[in-house]
């Protein structure tokens, strides 16, 4: 074998690291068991208020959306199952607390991409919510008003590949604005912009097919509906199911390329600033 072909693959990162990584984030996640104990709850509890004002909203007007009441309440604790592993309220990453300490630095002289690398630790940390956060309130919801089911296991198969990649487009999403702060050096201001957006675009506060006319339309083809609303779409069987992967796949990638050029320019800056 060649000295450089032996080198690259010496120097390049490996699967099993990656595993590892998300290994890492599921196990940091999961010391914080109260914490998500906690966010369990308020899910529940506001999960149990918003269907009650969308039941309300649905006997008033019986069909709105295309949805009837019983899609209404399963929408409801759908969305609120995607709270946490998502991160619809923005955060989860630590990359902006690394960047004003100057330890962002050490992370873009690591042997892996910085985004493959905070990606997986991020898969880790979504896969320990979906059990603690993301499962307590679907069952109460369940229990409680009764929701709809997946009809077959396609669906459920193409459910679960848009959850995935909502949780992909969620991370790119964030990434690109907590690695804004290597230009904006505070990132308070655009993490309450990217919540409002997330919050509204996504699908959280009502669902996006109550959005009348060219709002609606907008709404659907942004990321954020991606997040949210396309995954509940997918489970409630009104979604054109390869089209909607396409378009989730197509935000993915958008995503994580843009994280990756944002990342380079990033590099160039630091190498910049420190000398």
Request: include cysteine; hydrophobic fraction near 55%; charged fraction near 15%.
């Amino acid at each position: 074998m060649p000295t450089v072909h032996r080198r690259f693959l010496a120097s390049s990162p490996s699967i099993s690291l990656y595993a590892q990584l998300v290994r890492y984030g599921f196990r940091k996640h999961a010391t914080y068991w109260g914490a998500a104990a906690a966010g369990a709850f308020t899910n529940t509890v506001f999960g149990v208020l918003r269907a009650y004002v969308l039941i309300a909203l649905w006997r008033a007007r019986p069909g709105l959306g295309g949805y009837d009441i019983a899609d209404a309440v399963t929408f409801c604790f759908l969305t609120q199952a995607y709270i946490g592993p998502m991160q619809v309220f923005g955060g989860g990453l630590e990359i902006a607390q690394r960047v004003r300490s100057g330890d962002i630095a050490l992370d873009l002289a690591r042997p892996a991409p910085l985004v493959l690398w905070t990606l997986s630790e991020d898969l880790g940390r979504a896969g320990y919510l979906f059990l603690a956060r993301s499962l307590p309130p679907t069952v109460v919801g369940a229990l409680l008003f009764g929701i709809v089911l997946p009809d077959g296991a396609a669906v459920w198969a193409a459910f679960a590949a848009s959850f995935a990649l909502g949780v992909v487009i969620s991370f790119g999403w964030r990434y690109i604005v907590a690695l804004a702060t290597c230009w904006l050096r505070d990132d308070r201001g655009l993490a309450v912009v990217s919540l409002v957006l997330t919050t509204f675009f996504s699908g959280l506060m009502l669902p996006l097919v109550i959005f009348p006319g060219w709002l609606g339309t907008v709404a659907r083809a942004l990321p954020w509906s991606a997040m949210v609303q396309v995954p509940a779409d997918v489970y409630l069987g009104t979604a054109d199911i390869p089209r909607t992967l396409g378009f989730q796949a197509l935000w993915a990638a958008v995503l994580l390329a843009l994280g990756a050029l944002l990342t380079r320019a990033a590099r160039r800056r630091v190498v910049i600033d420190g000398g």
